[in-house]
């Protein structure tokens, strides 16, 4: 059984050129700096031509190694932080199959425990 990451912004405006340009360079620098060559990472599909009101959709399919689990939904969760903030006045929705990510203004999308190095080390040795 697999668990994936689901992430969407909509409004009826469309993408500005500078807010394209903004999210080319954010997925582009998540794709750099990504820990894992062999692991899903941040998937933005290409476009929504059906429900034009959508600025972006995408999925991330989460590890099964638990070790990897929390680096990638940091990693995942700090680059959709980024994006949703570069595309103002958008309605976001970020969930993990069932459960939603919430967001935090000063914090943007975190989930307790992911930066914990304890818990990391510990999913480590599973």
């Known amino acids: ?18 807010e ?3 999210v080319e360079r954010i997925v ?16 933005v599909y290409a476009d929504r031509n059906d429900e034009p009101e959508y600025l972006l959709v995408g999925s991330t399919k989460m590890p099964r190694d638990p070790g990897r ?10 680059s959709l ?3 949703r903030r570069a595309l103002g006045h958008s309605e976001w929705h970020v969930h993990m199959d069932d459960l939603d990510v919430p967001w935090d203004e000063g914090e943007g999308y ?4 992911m930066r914990d190095p304890d818990l990391i080390s510990e ?3 599973v």
Request: aromatic share 8%; no cysteine; glycine share 8%.
């Open 69 to 78: 689990l929390l680096p990638v939904i940091a990693h995942v969760l700090d």
């Open 1 to 18: 059984m697999s668990v994936s990451l689901y992430y969407d912004a909509r409004r009826a405006d469309p993408l500005t050129g500078s």
């Open 20 to 22: 394209t340009a903004a």
């Open 110 to 113: 975190v989930l307790p425990g």
């Open 28 to 43: 582009a620098a998540h794709l750099g700096s990504f820990p894992y060559d062999d692991e899903e990472s941040l998937f």
């Open 123 to 125: 999913l480590g040795t």
């Open 81 to 83: 932080t980024e994006l």
